[in-house]
């Protein structure tokens, strides 16, 4: 069965931390994602990787950058995480060209 | 990027069929309209997709209207399981590296 792990289901941080978030899919899927999910706003895109090294901005990108070194894996970075990043964090991968998209279960981050 | 609308809610009765609306009148002609559900405490989940014909598989039908401006999936029996938020998006079949942006998506809920 195809899998999207994220390695942390909850964190809580303190304002100001550096904070990473991991995820490893092992389908070899080029391409990855990052969503954030907060009530009333749905999801939310805020980086893509189309394969190693590649990314691209989405529609939030303020406040994160992302690492793609290795296929499989694709980390989010909040560099100095404030209160207004508490959130749940999805990632998810596909198949270029392919139609669908497979989820991890999610990362719910609070920021102190 | 092309958007869909949905509405915010919808109500059902376990073992009837519920039908969810999607809007997306900017569709061009090579995007496909996929489903995706989630369910409480997960990540979303691939139900269906299609372009320009109806679609049937083993959890829904998807109806697509003749002018592709709107789309409906369709649940044929609901059950309490089938209580998720539905995202209803977008996927252009050109650039294989395309973002997918998703919105609030419809809260169903199943009545006993």
């Known amino acids: 069965d195809v899998k999207v792990t994220q390695s942390s289901r909850y964190l809580v941080k303190r304002t100001g931390e550096k904070v990473f978030l991991e995820c490893v899919q092992d389908?070899?899927?080029?391409?990855m994602f990052w969503y954030r999910q907060d009530p009333g706003l749905g999801l939310r895109l805020i980086y893509f990787?189309?394969?190693?090294?590649?990314?691209e901005k989405g529609d939030i990108p303020e406040g994160y950058s992302v690492s793609r070194e290795k296929k499989e894996r694709f980390s989010l970075i909040l560099e100095s995480a404030s209160t207004n990043q508490t959130s749940m964090y999805l990632c998810?991968?596909?198949?270029?060209?392919?139609?669908?998209?497979?989820f991890g279960a999610g990362s719910r981050l609070t920021v102190l | 990027d092309a958007k869909t609308t949905q509405p915010n809610s919808m109500e059902s009765n376990e073992e009837e069929p519920v039908h969810l609306p999607c809007n997306h009148s900017?569709?061009?002609?090579?995007?496909?309209i996929h489903w995706y559900r989630q369910l409480p405490s997960q990540g979303p989940e691939y139900v269906i997709h299609?372009?320009?014909s109806n679609v049937n598989n083993r959890m829904a039908s998807l109806a697509i209207a003749e002018d592709r401006k709107s789309s409906t999936l369709i649940l044929h029996r609901a059950t309490l399981r089938d209580a998720a938020v539905y995202y209803c998006?977008?996927?252009?079949?050109?650039?294989?590296?395309?973002?997918?942006?998703f919105g609030k998506g419809i809260t169903l809920s199943v009545r006993p």
């Open positions: 900017t569709i061009s002609g090579t995007d496909y």
């Open positions: 998006i977008l996927r252009p079949s050109t650039g294989a590296n395309s973002k997918l942006t």
């Open positions: 990787s189309y394969d190693v090294k590649m990314k």
């Open positions: 389908m070899d899927h080029e391409n």
């Open positions: 299609g372009l320009t």
């Open positions: 998810a991968s596909r198949d270029r060209g392919a139609n669908v998209l497979t």
